[in-house]
Structures are given as C-alpha cells and as structure tokens.
C-alpha cells in the first residue's frame, strides 16, 4: 500500500466500548512492516530537532534508519546509548512536546512517530532477548542511589557503566517507582515491559535492596559516614499527595489518587486472585484534570463505576495529555468541566455519598497564564456518588530532607540540586527527578538522573 507521507502510520488500538471493561494495552503498537513504513518518513535531517527536543539526547535519526532498514538490533543498541528504559519511554513520553513536537514533518504534516517506532524497537529487543552490555573497568567505589523509578534506575545504569558498585535502596517492597505503582497496566504493562526494563539494568550489575526506607531504615548520612558509599544519588521523587481541605475529605470512599493507583497496580486489586481491598464505587468523581487523574478515572470505570471528572477549569485548559483525555472520553468518562467541589457529603456510616460543587467561569490569566477560574456566586448543586479520588498534584515526602543534615530544600519541598551536575548543598549527595523539579516526566526524570551519573564521575574522579 501506497505510504502517505504527510500521516504517520495509524496505530493499531483496542475497540474503545472492549478496553474499558479489561486491563490489556490499548494501544497495540507497530508490526514490522507498520514500522517499516513509518520510518521511511523520517527526513534524516542533517541538524535533528527531534534530537534537540529529547531530554536523553537519543540518536533518533540514527535508529529510524535502521528501522528503515530493516536492522532493528541495530537500532535497539543505538537507542541502548541513550536510554535504559526505550520500551517505556515509546509508551509515555510525552512525544507531541518534546522530539515530534520539534519534527520538521509536523509543519506541513504530522510529525514522524517517533515514540511508536521506539516502542516497536524497544519491544523487538525485549522479544528477541537483546541485552546491554558492559565493558567498563571496575572503579572500587561505592554509589548508593535511593529510589528505583526511571531517575534512580537512569542514574544507576549510567554509572554501573562507568564502572561504579552501585546499590539502589527502595521503599517498596518493588522496584520501578510510578512506572510500577502509579501509571496503570493498560497504558504500561509491568510484567511484559517494565520488569524486563529493570532487569536491563540489573544485568549492567546494579543491585536493588526493596523495603528499605530511607529515613527510617538508615539515612544518607550513615549511608556514607558508616557505611561505605562514597556518593548517594536522591531519585525519591515526589509521591506526597495533596489535598483540597474541604469538609468531608476524610470520609470512607475518597482515596488520593496516589493511593488509589497504587491498590490497583502495585497491589493488583482489578485481579481476583488478589485480596488488596479497594472501595469498587457504582459512580466515581475524580477531581482533578491532568494525566493522573486519567489514569484514576480510566482505572475506576474498568472495576465497573459510571466515572465523572470534576475540573474547575475548561477543556482548554485540561493539564492531561490530548492522547489521554481523547482515550478517556472514547472510553465513556463524563467530562464536568468549570466546576469545583466545596464539600464531599457523607452518610450516617461515614461513608462518601456526595459531593458539592459549586459552577465556574473563567476570568483574567493568573501566573501560570491560564485564565484563572472564578466561582459563579450561588451555583452550588450536589452530585451524587459514592467514591471521590483527589488528583490535585503530589509534592516530594519531606523524609529525607528532614533526615539528612545540611540538604537545602525550598518551600515546595523540593531538594534544591544543580541542573547540570544534580549537586545539592551536601557534599557527595546528588538528586533529580521529580525530588528536585516537583511532579513532571519519566524522561525528565531520566535526564537528571543522566545529568547526575556524569556530575558524580566527576565529583568521585577527584576523590582518592
Ligand atoms: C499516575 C501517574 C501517571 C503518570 N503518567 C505519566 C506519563 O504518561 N508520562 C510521563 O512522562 N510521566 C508520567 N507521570 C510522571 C512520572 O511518572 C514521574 O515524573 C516520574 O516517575 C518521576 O520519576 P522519579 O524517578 O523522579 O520518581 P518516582 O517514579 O516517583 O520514583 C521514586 C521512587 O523512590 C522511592 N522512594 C521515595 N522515598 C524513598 C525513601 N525515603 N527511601 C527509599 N526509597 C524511596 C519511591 O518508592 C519510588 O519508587 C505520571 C505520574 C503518575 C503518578
């Protein structure tokens, strides 16, 4: 079939009316010839964009060529310089604004698709057993790094193969941080994509010691005065949930989304052969509009609720991805937009039997440059419900800053460390992720956790 070069090759997606009653992967990926094609849209610029928008820096241009090709071992072990996590990375970065939203393609067309064509290759690796290698000489030093989500796993790689001992200490009892307890199994599977991923990394020599909290277990400074390790690395991230303080957001039945993601995921309680309690609501309101509380509501109408997402601004303004809320509203989640809750209603057992929320509208810009919700005096009404999910945004868990003497924080609670190096106050101690930047992306966490490994090198080649 003819090949149009001005539309990426559609990808292929579960039914909408089938996926909202399972937990597979909606989207199903490229085949070898869908990739194929694909890649023969790419221009092979000589100066990348797409390369300038990747916060990993991957040789995209590099890799969609031997895709073109036909040598996808090739293209896994171009991608494997860049990257530790390729098969996660092509299923939730954000694309549109980062490598395709800087694709020449997309001015007169659509941007090449290069997230499903680094999925397709990353996923083709997986299934054909390509592995990374190492060939760095041991360093005889010691790293530990605290927390096991894409930044600490990022930061680990890279250092393993500059040949440092490194030692990641997580305080779940699983390694993977969000990409395993918070984004669900229908967007990122965790047995078929995300173990496999860190398994990559543990291959490169990297050990993960789970149920260990730091702070509590032992702290970064007995990590390095007591016991051994010449540099830490903080990729704790930011899973403190927020809440909006009204009346009523104590009552059975409202979860933050955190928690109620984590049940579902980490704790597998969609799966019958789990016993994980979780309140299976008939109708669900989740407040909140970005990508996690997608992923609460998406989660929630596939244990069977009527779903209805309360945002207090318009659609315009929905901080989701556009992929997401298309997928969501696809699925049968009802958007109700310009509203705010003001009180959750509870009945005589203490249990969620309501919510109140009160009409908006929107006025001037604030800060951020979005038009700032007003309230519409005298609107108020009640929705009726038996479940709410708090989405409003996590902060980093204060921890560790608390824990750790001379670590400068700032009023968000975030670790305050160089954007090069990830050098905080403390010296030897580095951070990134969403620790230092608040909640953000897996490739941004990935970036700093890069940025790191090199700012460590550097700071450990000094040190006898
Ligand atoms: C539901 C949800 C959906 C998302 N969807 C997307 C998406 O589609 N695309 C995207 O790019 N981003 C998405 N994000 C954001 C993205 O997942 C995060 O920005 C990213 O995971 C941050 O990585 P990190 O390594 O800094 O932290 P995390 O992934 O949060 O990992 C931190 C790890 O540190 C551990 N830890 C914390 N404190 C301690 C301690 N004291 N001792 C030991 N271990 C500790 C935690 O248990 C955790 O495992 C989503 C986030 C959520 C919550």
Known sequence: MAIDMMKKVPVREQEPKVRATNFDEVCLGYNKEEAM??????LNCKNPQCVVGCP????????????????????????????????????VCPQESQCEGKCVRGIKGEAVSIGKL?????????????KPEVKAEKKGKKVAVIGSGPSGLT?????????YDVTIFEALHKAGGVLVYGIPEFRLPKDKVVQPEIENVEALGVKIETDVVIGKSTTIDALLE???????????????????????????????ANEFLTRNNLMKAYRDDYDTPIARGKKVVVVGGGNVAMDAARTALRLGAEVHIVYRRSEAELPARAEEVH?????????????????????????VKGIKVIKMELGEPDASGRRRPVEIEGSEYEIECDTVIMSLGTSPNPLISSTTKG?????????????????????????GGDAVTGAATVILAMGAGKAAAKGIDEFLSKVQ
């Open 37 to 42: 094609d694909e890649a023969t849209r790419c």
């Open 56 to 91: 990993v820096s991957i040789n995209i241009p590099g890799f969609i060529d031997e895709v073109k090709k036909g040598d996808f071992k090739k293209a896994s072990e171009i991608i494997a310089e860049s990257s530790a996590l390729p098969a996660v990375c092509g299923r």
């Open 118 to 130: 680094e999925r397709f290759v990353a996923d083709w690796a997986r299934e054909n057993g390509v």
């Open 155 to 163: 930061c680990a790689g890279d250092l393993a193969k500059l040949g």
């Open 226 to 256: 007591e016991e051994g390790f010449d540099a830490v690395y903080v990729g704790s991230g930011a899973g403190l949930p927020k809440f909006m303080g009204i009346p009523g957001e104590q009552a059975l039945g409202v979860y933050s």
């Open 327 to 351: 997928h969501a509203k696809e699925e049968g989640i009802i958007f109700d937009l310009l509203q705010n809750p003001t009180e959750i209603l509870e009945d005589e057992n203490g249990w």
């Open 407 to 431: 670590l400068e924080i700032n009023k968000r609670q975030c670790i305050v460390a160089d954007e090069d190096t990830g050098a905080t106050s403390k010296s030897g101690v580095y951070a």
